[in-house]
């Protein structure tokens, strides 16, 4: 080393030769680093690398928890929608149904009113006609009874014996005709 | 040896060129030293420079690591990035198994310990890489070398210089020239370019941006003006070669951290090699 120092001297120094004190300043630079380094920096990095790793893990469960969530309501709010469209088919159905017995029950009634009302009718018609028949039959006796004793030139106003050929006319009449319409 | 010290340049011509001593300048508080020598010297600039260095370093990643949010501000951001490109992509990586983490700080510290001091030789003014000098690679290496072989002895007792030399299913005949080339590898070679690497890269870029410079000047002060006409020439290759210097700062900072990383792994897994 010696002998190396001197040929440094002589012919420039020799670059291998490494001065002490600049090897002690850098081995005790690195340790006083590397202290601080494991003391402080890297603890510190290295927490909120985890914490960072935990708040995104977090994240996505909680997102992945939304989605589930979501999908949850979403199967329900189909299953709704289903059950709401039968619903809806099956109120339809009925009210058709319903709308369909209703006419019916309208058509049938309606035929009943008419049949009550043609009834009323044939039966008022009927009043009416026995009606006609009395006042005509008290009218056409008078008529004839006049006419007969114009004809006859004889007095016919004994009411008596008039009443009496007027009623055995028409009781001519209707058994000839009851007749007629017997035979 | 001697052809290592570069040559002083002739003196029959006008250019000297800087030796090895012109990248070391005057020390500040001088105790009556001089570099290259083993013990004497002063207090200099590159002592300084790596104090700084680590002020810088411990100052930075205290300011980034000291707010930890969730939602990382520009320094933290930055921080976090650098450490976790050390943690992840060399830690992890290389070491891996489930303590790696227990290293990281190792190697952490010894990626940006290298990588600023390397740097400082690309800032104008500073413009010393403290590791062009050979006490601070030897230091750095030797702490590595103590550390993995430490780790060795810890994880596989005294059997670790066994498992280091002697490959498994090798028959004895070969073992007989292997043992002494995997000694030689493994617990000489290995630290000595580990540091060499280191040292000697940084020390030729350092050498290359002060020869340029000191020939520009040269040029200049001829007042000959072909010479002077010449000399931007030097000017723009300079500049070549401290871009590609500064390349060489950062990847020599990542290969020091890396093959640190390799090291120790081969400590940890002896066994499975």
Known sequence: MLNAAIMAAEEGSNPLIPNLWELLVTVVGFLVLMYIVRKFVMPAFEKTFEERTAAIEGGIAKAEAAQAEANAALEEYKQQLVDARTEANRIREEARAEGAQILADLKEKAAAESTRITEQAHVQIEAERQAAVVSLRAEVGTLATDLAGRIVGESLADDARSSRVVDRFLADLESSSSAGAAK | ?273
């Open chain 2, 1 to 273: 040896m001697i052809a290592l010290a570069l040559p002083a340049a002739t003196t029959e011509e006008g250019f000297v060129a800087p030796t090895i001593d012109d990248t070391h300048y005057r020390d500040i508080f001088p105790w009556g030293g001089e570099y290259g020598v083993l013990l004497e010297g002063g207090f200099g600039k590159q002592m300084l420079l790596t104090i700084l260095s680590v002020v810088l370093i411990a100052a930075f990643f205290l300011v980034a690591s000291r707010r930890r949010q969730m939602v990382p501000g520009k320094v933290q951001f930055l921080g976090e990035t650098a450490y976790g490109f050390v943690r992840n992509s060399i830690g992890k990586d290389i070491i891996g198994g489930k303590d790696f983490l227990k290293y990281v700080p190792w190697l952490f510290t010894a990626f940006f310990f290298v990588l600023v001091n390397n740097i400082f030789g690309a800032i104008p003014l500073l413009q010393l890489p403290t590791f062009s000098h050979p006490g601070s690679a030897y230091g750095i290496a030797a702490i590595f070398f103590l550390l993995w072989v430490g780790i060795g002895v810890k994880k596989h007792g005294i059997r670790y210089f066994k498992l280091a030399v002697v490959p498994s299913g090798v028959p004895w005949y070969i073992l007989l020239i292997v043992v002494p080339i995997e000694i030689i590898s493994n617990f000489i070679v290995r630290p000595v370019t580990h540091s060499l690497r280191l040292f000697a890269t940084m020390l030729a870029g350092h050498l290359i941006v002060t020869l340029a410079g000191s020939a520009i000047e040269y040029m200049v002060m001829t007042g000959n003006i072909l010479l002077q006409g010449t000399s931007v020439l030097v000017l723009v290759g300079s500049v070549a070669m401290y871009m590609l210097e500064a390349l060489i700062m950062v990847l020599q900072a990542y290969v020091f951290t890396l093959l640190a990383a390799i090291y120790i792994e081969g400590a940890l897994h002896a066994d499975a090699h």
